[in-house]
């Protein structure tokens, strides 16, 4: 411990953003004290990313009254550098990462191969790194490839960088902020991804956790700040709340529960399934066998490298397939390649929207008609009534898609394959990294289009939305369905047991 707990490690005053006439944060304040873990929390387009890009001199602020690191003002040449000499460091939800490079190489870059008077020892390098693992906990080996570890090893590996006394920290006292570092992670590696933050608390750093996902703001927050539409709502204990408050707080009205299935009516005798897959096999898929039904939405999970991601790509023709047999409605097709799937009726939203889905640079129309350029359906949708339909937040079709917040940027992704009228629908972690409102906007999304007709598969990592989506859940263990889960309430915690 440092001695530093009670007083304010980052305190913000009177901070303004406007970006023409949108204003992003209006007269915000926040006091975030030393040794402690605050969840900064607010949905999509709150003012979460631009108050830290501020606090890291990322970017300059329209107004500001004081900012100061541990007592101290912040200079007026505020920074990136002044920022990391004071001892802010952040880790943004995308880092990067070289996975063929070394977890040496990772760590040290840009100094490694630098050294005093044009030395460089990699023993050196090596013993350095292994010293920053070891101040978080991890013992892996440094020379081995970064690629080689798992998502959450990997994660606390950065981690442990952006602890690391450098020499421009003092005491080493560390003000570390965390931007939605499991989004992608398995529940378990994302548990324990926290409970090494946890320890890190212990050691004094103050730690500030931006996450949609809820349940690890209220395991890992001791105190909860609360950003909406560009203004701050105020700062509470983690343990004078609960989910349904805090989501209420966070939208400023109560969250309806959309009304859900049973799914017992997707199966009629003698019905014939909408997709059938038998002995699905590539790289970590290695005998899938499911059956999905019209109107059904069913879940696979598992952990990573288990195949359940794997399993929708092999589908779509995404990734080769090495066996296995498809059929869709009851006829086998030969899907080879994602316009082989596009014309048998298979829409698929990927796992990363950023690297996979979306074209930043070009405006909602044409991302929202993409798919009209690979497969023509006979008919071009309309932009605008589709940003109606679909309810994406956005001043007009012509506007540049990275603009929007990710929740919007994923209801585009979705409305351009509902508007196909798909036969199957696979979607991959349809709701990663997405704000509370326009995650049960997504969910909303997905049971239409089940309601039409259509077989829904949803790849997922988070139990807690397997549990509202989905019929049933099958659990994929080293390439096969090792567990059937019936849908409903109480079903995430089976689903838990069954993937460890």
């Not at 970064?146 to 602890?163: D, E, H, V, Y």
């Not at 009629?268 to 399934?273: F, L, N, S």
């Not at 001043?395 to 409305?415: C, D, E, F, M, Y």
């Not at 059937?484 to 915690?493: F, L, N, Q, V």
Request: contains cysteine; positive net charge.
């Amino acid at each position: 411990m440092t001695g530093n707990e009670g007083q304010p490690a980052l305190e913000i005053t009177g901070m303004t953003k406007r970006y023409g006439g949108t204003v992003a944060l209006d007269h915000v304040s926040a006091r975030f004290n030393a040794g402690r873990i605050y969840g900064l929390v607010g949905i999509n387009g709150s003012g979460k990313s631009t108050m830290i890009k501020i606090a890291a001199g990322i970017e300059q602020p329209t107004e500001l009254e004081g900012l100061s690191f541990y007592g101290q003002p912040a200079s007026n040449e505020h920074d990136a550098a002044a920022a990391h000499a004071q001892g802010l460091r952040v880790l943004h939800q995308r880092p990067a990462q070289f996975l063929d490079l070394s977890v040496t190489e990772n760590l040290l870059l840009p100094d490694v191969g630098r050294g005093r008077f044009g030395a460089f020892s990699w023993g050196a390098a090596h013993d350095r790194v292994r010293a920053m693992l070891a101040s978080v906990n991890l013992d892996i080996d440094p020379r081995r490839r970064f690629g080689r570890f798992s998502p959450a090893q990997r994660t606390m590996a950065l981690i442990s960088k952006l602890l690391h006394d450098d020499g421009t920290g003092g005491d080493a006292r560390r003000i570390v902020i965390l931007d939605e570092p499991t989004a992608t992670l398995p529940e378990a590696e994302a548990m324990w991804l926290l409970d090494q933050l946890k320890a890190q608390k212990a050691k004094g750093h103050t730690i500030i956790y931006v996450s949609h996902r809820l349940d690890e703001l209220f395991y890992i927050a001791d105190d909860l700040t609360i950003l909406r539409n560009g203004k701050m709502i105020g700062t509470t204990p983690s343990s004078a709340t609960n989910e349904k408050d805090l989501v209420t707080l966070l939208l400023g009205h109560e969250l309806e529960a959309a009304p859900r299935s049973t799914g017992a009516e997707t199966r009629t005798e003698g019905a014939v399934a909408r997709i059938e897959v038998t002995g699905l096999a590539g790289r970590d898929a290695k005998a899938v066998n499911l059956k999905v039904w019209p109107g059904e939405i069913v879940g696979l999970t598992g952990i990573i490298g288990s195949g359940f991601l794997e399993t929708c790509e092999l589908i779509f023709g995404a990734k080769p397939r090495k066996a296995g047999d498809i059929r869709i409605d009851g006829k086998p097709v030969d899907l080879r390649h994602p316009g082989d799937a596009m014309r048998a009726g298979i829409g698929m939203v990927p796992s990363d929207r950023t690297e996979m889905a979306v074209f930043p640079h070009w405006s909602l129309a044409e991302n929202l008609n993409v798919t009209q350029a690979c497969v023509k359906t006979g008919s071009v949708p309309d932009a605008k009534a589709m940003i109606a339909t679909y309810g994406v937040k956005a001043p007009g079709p012509r506007a540049k898609i990275w603009t929007l917040s990710g929740g919007n940027q994923q209801k585009v992704v979705l409305a351009r394959w509902m508007e196909r009228n798909p036969r199957v629908l696979l979607l991959c972690e349809p709701t990663a990294g997405v704000d509370p409102g326009a995650r049960d906007d997504l969910h909303r999304l997905i049971r239409a289009a089940a309601a039409k007709g259509c077989a829904v598969i949803v790849s997922s990592t988070d139990a807690d939305e397997l549990e509202a989506l989905a019929h049933r859940t099958l659990v994929i263990n080293r390439g096969r369905v090792a567990a059937e889960i019936p849908g409903g309430p109480g079903s995430k915690t089976k689903i838990r047991e069954k993937i460890i």
